[in-house]
């Protein structure tokens, strides 16, 4: 592959990227999906004040977006891509939470193994868009 094509699969590589987690975390602050989302965080890690669910799905909506956009800047894109692959790797357990809970959650609970795979695929296009 040319250096120039190399180029551009990374740049659409890095733009795919930003437009999924900006379009995710956008989507943490609409009232319907974000009262959901609260409902996938596990009961042992539900807090109150500052870390109550809903505000921790405000502060991952926070996240989401500032990666995305942080992927795309190359002052930002690494510590982006750190923040990104930890970020996928804090929101696990809600999660691994909701996958045994489908009839509770419906569509968004995804089997254990399946969201595990397309987790660990996520943080390597993550890494590969970083680098």
């Known amino acids: 592959m ?5 180029d551009t699969t ?10 999924l987690f900006v379009g ?5 602050f609409r009232p319907g999906p974000a009262r959901v989302m609260a ?6 890690l539900r807090g109150t004040g500052l870390l109550s669910p809903i505000r921790l ?11 995305g956009i942080g992927i795309l800047l190359p002052a ?5 891509m750190i ?8 929101v696990f357990p809600a999660n691994a939470y909701a996958a045994g809970k489908r009839e509770q959650f419906g569509a968004i609970a995804i ?15 993550v890494v590969l868009a970083g680098i």
């Open 10 to 19: 990374q740049w659409v590589l890095r733009a795919l990227i930003a437009l």
């Open 24 to 28: 995710m975390g956008v989507n943490h």
């Open 2 to 6: 040319s250096d120039a094509a190399a």
């Open 76 to 80: 930002t894109r690494t510590a982006a």
């Open 39 to 44: 409902k996938l965080i596990p009961p042992a």
């Open 57 to 67: 799905v405000y502060a991952t909506g926070l996240c989401e977006i500032a990666g």
């Open 111 to 125: 089997p254990f193994w399946p969201r595990y795979s397309a987790q660990l695929a996520l943080i390597l296009v």
């Open 83 to 90: 923040g990104l692959v930890l970020f996928l790797i804090a």
